[in-house]
């Protein structure tokens, strides 16, 4: 819609309620809409027919509290001068159900006898928090494999640890290293040792449950995190990935003069009750994993928590 200059004193309320991008609408001192413009149509999927005096502003949010808790906001100074709310980041909810993010400005309308209503602006988030969970995954994912990073590894586990601790349920650590990778990279290429990474995060992805938590700790070196999991249950657990992996990376490769790469997987296992110190349980997996290797590679080794015994898993 377009307007020339000569005429904008011509405009009426209604008309410039209309044209501006976002979506405004407005409600009575019950609560009632009795303002929605275009951008609320579209944002929102109603006609404007269908909400103004027939609809109640807590219809358009996810519930009659969601609604109660933006009216406390508007009469408290938590966001702003009481009577008004500037940058409140919620959600509204369209005509088919759907959950919208949206930053809200507000203002109560006033008289000499009260509140006659209030007025609200919303602007609409979902780009802008789409972009957001982009990044944000970007920034705790492995590229090469798609699972969870280092960085994001220390978060999650000071999360689990407090979390065991707590309740006093066990947490258990599996760490994962590939058995002669650097030969692989020397001898067939960094492409090739990158499909076999990418082997071994499908190996994981398809042996765990969804509420284990994979990640490239760095270079071949792979944790997973088991959540009220004890030792013996995720020594099991590793042996499934061990097996898994084996399906998918069959890899044995005769370079001549009996050299031969052998792709494979070696597993530490430990468990924790939280109570001690982050890095001490990393060793400790870490610790296994290395006894596994040292004892040919691709086998499972565990050292459960305050027990010096390792003890080989079944294979």
């Known amino acids: 819609m377009s307007i020339g200059f000569k005429s ?23 609560g009632m809409i009795n303002l929605f413009n275009t951008a609320a149509e579209r944002l929102l999927g109603y006609d404007s027919a269908q909400v103004v005096g027939a609809l109640h502003i807590a219809e358009i949010y996810t519930s ?17 001068e009481r009577g008004f709310i500037e940058g409140y980041e919620t959600v509204l909810k369209s005509k ?25 602006f919303f602007h609409d988030m979902t780009d802008r928090k789409r972009l957001e969970e982009k990044l944000k995954k970007q920034s705790i994912t492995d590229e090469l494999t798609g699972l969870y990073n280092q960085r994001h590894f220390y978060g999650v586990l000071s999360v689990e640890m407090d979390r065991a601790e707590r309740y006093q349920t066990p947490l258990s650590l599996v760490c994962v290293d590939l058995d002669n990778l650097k030969q692989v990279n020397d001898q067939l290429g960094h492409l090739e040792g990158d499909r076999i990474l990418r ?11 969804s509420v284990d938590v994979c990640f490239r700790y760095g270079g071949d070196e792979f944790m997973v995190l088991l959540p009220q999991t004890d030792c013996i249950e995720s ?5 499934r990935i ?3 992996f084996n399906e998918i990376c069959s890899y044995s490769v005769d370079l001549g003069n009996s050299v031969i790469i052998n792709a494979s997987l070696s597993l530490g296992v430990t468990d924790t009750l939280g109570d001690e110190d982050v890095d001490h349980f990393i060793q400790r997996a870490d610790l296994a994993m290395y006894e596994a290797k040292n004892a040919g590679g691709n086998r499972t080794m565990m050292i459960k928590r305050q027990v010096a015994d390792k003890v080989e898993a079944e294979m």
Request: hydrophobic share 35%; aromatic share 4%; proline share 4%.
């Open 8 to 30: 904008m004193n011509m405009i009426d309320s209604q008309t410039l309620i209309d044209l501006c991008p976002d979506p405004i609408i407005g409600v009575d001192a019950k």
């Open 64 to 80: 009659f509290e969601h609604a109660k808790e933006i009216k406390r906001l508007m009469d408290s100074d938590e966001y702003g």
């Open 96 to 120: 088919w159900g759907r959950e919208i993010p949206i930053r809200l400005s507000a203002s109560l309308l006033e008289e000499d006898h009260g509140v006659a209503g209030s007025v609200g």
């Open 199 to 209: 082997d071994v995060s499908r190996a994981l992805q398809e042996s765990c449950r």
């Open 235 to 239: 020594a099991q657990l590793a042996e």
């Open 242 to 244: 061990r097996r898994r």
